[in-house]
T-cell receptor, first 114, second 114 residues
Framework: NAGVTQTPKFQVLKTGQSMTLQCAQD?????MYWYRQDPGMGLRLIYY???????DKGEVPNGYNVSRLNKREFSLRLESAAPSQTSVYFC?????????????FGPGTRLTVT | AQSVTQLGSHVSVSEGALVLLRCNYS??????LFWYVQYPNQGLQLLLK??????LVKGINGFEAEFKKSETSFHLTKPSAHMSDAAEYFC????????????FGTGTRLKVLA
């Protein structure tokens, strides 16, 4: 099992450009999450999907959109990138049941917006 | 509202010394608590979790944590630090009841001195 995979690993964008970060999991998990990690701020939840067909805003959703394409895939889109979106982005998944709260993380995407 | 506080953004210990990383939480409902470790340029890996069973929880790599409700704490310890323990450690708490979202602390970077 690959676990949680993310593409791309690195990306440089110019202000105003758009891009989509891809995430896929092969653990048959119900719930998926997008976080951003900034120095000294820990991980902050951008959007999450509790189950296929549902998405909800997290703590810092402004400037982002998401799509839960199917049970396996959850993408994050930046429509018009801004320098404040320079960050490391992590996708995670969890079983979404009482017995499986723990989240499993992908390797991250390091995004720089100039 | 739930919150997580990690005291000390940087902690240094000598190899072989006790590791103690502090985590305090605030929650209006019984929480589930987690410790994750992040090695440089990698995603987060689950170290251990508290899900209302035993209050002393053992995890991977010799780490353990004790849930103390009276102190609203979930400190991470390891009796003897190893050079390979150098990493960033994050405490997380579930948000609300019946939800699988987390709030993360801001992280503690552990340095192990030879």
């Amino acid at each position: 099992n690959a676990g949680v995979t993310q593409t791309p690993k690195f990306q440089v964008l110019k202000t105003g450009q758009s891009m989509t970060l891809q995430c896929a999991q092969d653990m048959n998990h119900n719930s998926m999450y997008w976080y951003r990690q900034d120095p000294g701020m820990g991980l902050r939840l951008i959007y999450y999907s509790a189950s296929e067909g549902t998405t909800d805003k997290g703590e810092v959703p402004n400037g982002y959109n998401v799509s839960r394409l199917n049970k396996r895939e959850f993408s994050l889109r930046l429509e018009s990138a801004a320098p404040s979106q320079t960050s490391v982005y992590f996708c995670a998944s969890s079983g979404g049941t009482v017995s499986s709260y723990e989240q499993y993380f992908g390797p991250g995407t390091r995004l720089t917006v100039t | 509202a739930q919150s997580v506080t990690q005291l000390g953004s940087h902690v240094s210990v000598s190899e072989g010394a006790l590791v103690l990383l502090r985590c305090n939480y605030s929650s209006s409902v019984p929480p589930y608590l987690f410790w994750y470790v992040q090695y440089p340029n990698q995603g987060l890996q689950l170290l251990l979790k508290y899900t209302s069973a035993a209050t002393l929880v053992k995890g991977i790599n010799g780490f353990e944590a004790e849930f103390k409700k009276s102190e609203t704490s979930f400190h991470l310890t390891k009796p003897s630090a190893h050079m390979s323990d150098a990493a960033e450690y994050f405490c997380a708490v579930t948000v609300g009841s019946g939800t699988y979202k987390y709030i993360f602390g801001t992280g503690t970077r552990l340095k192990v001195l030879a």
